[in-house]
């Protein structure tokens, strides 16, 4: 939500500022610039962009817009949703969590944290290592070096998303010049014209360049931090997955287990350990 009000201000202080200077918003609207921009744009990103980074950013691009960071009610119901797994496996043994790890959306626990049930590969990550657990023999450490080894490959696989969306924004003011540049030989080609005719078509070429370095500077590089945000943020939680499994793990009772992995949540985000504790008692206050 955060980004559309950016974009919102953005767009208006531009307007209202060349309107104040008094300049015609129909001079903006040179179809042929957001065509050569825009597909040139679009043409580039294909180009330096495989297949599957390309569904990542379209995939990415709208949960940035919406603001999809995980907040401190989605850190409570994951953390009360572990500790309560961890209760039945620390009373009954590890089998006895056999049916939430195989089937987690089937599971009445796990299916309380929605933020977790409805991300696959954040599932994926918790059920996937339980399931290390579960075939037995396997050390903390190695169980360490195992998460660290899918947390490395995740944000290895996720870094060029954001960075994709940057090198667009980095090109824009250049193509912003060529269409630039193209408008300028439209504009020699009129020079017989007259003064009048050929200002019109000089101005209509500068905008290609005030075309490009606003697109690039005022909406897609501020994206592309967002998008960065948001990967960081679906990597903390992946941490905070981790450090309640590894302390449990080592043998550390649920409540230590959960509230090690407390610690790992960005400060913004993290509930406190009595807000942690009342909620985990079933209070709201």
């Not at 590969?121 to 396997?138: A, E, P, Q, R």
């Not at 960075?163 to 193509?175: E, F, H, M, R, Y």
Request: one cysteine or more; proline letters at 4%; a negative charge.
């Amino acid at each position: 939500m955060l980004i559309i009000i950016g974009i919102l201000i953005v767009a208006v202080s531009v307007v209202v500022g060349f309107i104040m200077a008094g300049g015609n918003l129909i001079l903006l609207l040179q179809w042929a610039e957001f065509v050569v921009i825009g597909g040139a744009a679009i043409g580039s990103f294909i180009i330096a962009t495989p297949i599957s980074q390309i569904k990542k950013v379209v995939k990415s691009i709208p949960e940035a817009i919406k603001g999809n960071h995980f907040s401190k009610q989605d850190y409570l119901e994951l953390l009360k949703a572990f500790n309560d797994l961890f209760l039945i496996a620390q009373r009954d043994g590890l089998l006895a969590i056999e049916s939430h790890v195989e089937n987690p959306d089937e599971s009445e626990i796990l299916s309380r944290s929605k933020k977790f049930i409805s991300n696959s590969y954040m599932k994926n990550f918790f059920c996937d290592t339980l399931k290390v657990m579960l075939s037995g023999g396997v050390p903390p450490h190695e169980l360490d070096s195992l998460m660290d080894m899918e947390l490395e490959t995740y944000e290895l696989e996720n870094h060029p998303v954001s960075n994709s969306v940057a090198k667009v924004g980095d090109a824009l003011p250049g193509l912003g010049i060529v269409a630039a540049v193209l408008g300028i030989i439209v504009t020699m080609s009129h020079i017989d014209d007259g003064a009048a005719a050929v200002g019109a078509h000089v101005a209509a070429a500068l905008v290609g360049t005030f075309l490009g370095v606003l697109l690039s500077y005022g909406f897609v590089n501020p994206l592309a931090v967002s998008i960065e945000n948001l990967n960081e943020h679906k990597g903390r939680y992946l941490h905070t997955i981790k450090a309640c499994i590894l302390a449990y793990a080592k043998g550390n009772p649920p409540i230590v287990a959960v509230e090690i992995a407390r610690r790992t949540i960005f400060s913004d985000d993290r509930p406190t350990f009595s807000e942690l504790e009342n909620y985990m008692r079933g209070k709201t206050e």
